[in-house]
């Protein structure tokens, strides 16, 4: 078996894979006037970055989204946080409230993190 390097990506899979990371973590973010709102895939890939370094005490992980956020209510997305061995880890994104041009959302990462492909 090969030896795993623990890099900043890889701690935050390892807690989060531990349970100990995202558990009833929320955000909220302003964004354009739009009917409904909605935050950009890469606005909320960056915010997604700074909450986890910020929930972790690391440097900002590499996280991708594949789509706006809608600001509806119970609206959900899925991101991907992706660790420097190629290693990758799904994020749930759901849109709890929408309070004129500002969305709050919670985000939890999954429990289990996919190996890097071959």
Do not use: W
Not at 48 to 61: D, G, H, M, V, Y
Not at 81 to 94: E, H, I, M, R
């Amino acid at each position: 078996m090969p030896k795993t390097r623990m890099t900043t990506a890889v701690s935050i899979l390892a807690a989060a894979a531990a349970g100990t990371l995202l558990l009833g973590c929320s955000a909220s973010v302003e964004v354009k006037k739009s009917t409904p709102p909605k935050l950009s895939a890469d606005k909320l890939s960056s915010t997604l970055s700074e909450k986890l370094a910020a929930a972790t005490n690391q440097p900002k992980p590499r996280i991708s989204c594949p789509e706006d956020l809608v600001g509806k209510v119970g609206t959900t997305t899925r991101c991907t946080l992706t660790a420097n061995d190629g290693s990758t880890l799904g994020v749930t994104v759901k849109v709890t409230s929408v309070s004129g041009d500002q969305i709050h959302y919670d985000f939890k990462a999954d429990d289990k993190a996919s190996p890097a492909p071959n």
